[in-house]
Nanobody, 116 residues
Framework: QVHLVESGGGLVQAGGSLRLSCAAS????????MAWYRQAPGKQRDLVAA???????NYADSVKGRFTISRDNAKNTVYLQMNSLKLEDTALYYC??????????WGQGTQVTVSS
């Protein structure tokens, strides 16, 4: 029902910035919550930031003050502005979305690599 496509990942030096985008397409009435998760090799997939349709946000403590999640409901797109990137931010970043159905939708992921 929902197809998610991430973009914006890449290689960046520590202290730099990246902006991730995730566009949703398919057949659905509306998307309630959209979120970004990340997973490094050998580690579990953890929540980075989430945003409701009304704009309420939630951030992992490790990114609070550095990352900003936002969304454009008209475009069914969620963004993640990542500033002051650190080596530990290196991971595969996944877009996640929920509709009114009890189905969890995931994108394929976009790689973010932070170098020293």
């Amino acid at each position: 029902q929902v197809h998610l496509v991430e973009s914006g990942g890449g290689l960046v030096q520590a202290g730099g910035s990246l902006r991730l985008s995730c566009a949703a397409s398919g057949m659905f009435y509306s998307i309630s919550t959209m979120a970004w998760y990340r997973q490094a090799p050998g580690k579990q997939r953890d929540l980075v930031a989430a945003i409701s349709r009304g704009g309420s946000t939630n951030y992992a403590d490790s990114v609070k003050g550095r990352f900003t999640i936002s969304r454009d409901n008209a475009k069914n797109t969620v963004y993640l502005q990542m500033n002051s990137l650190k080596l530990e931010d290196t991971a595969l970043y996944y877009c996640n979305a929920h509709t009114s159905t009890p189905i969890d939708y995931w994108g394929q992921g976009t790689q973010v690599t932070v170098s020293s």
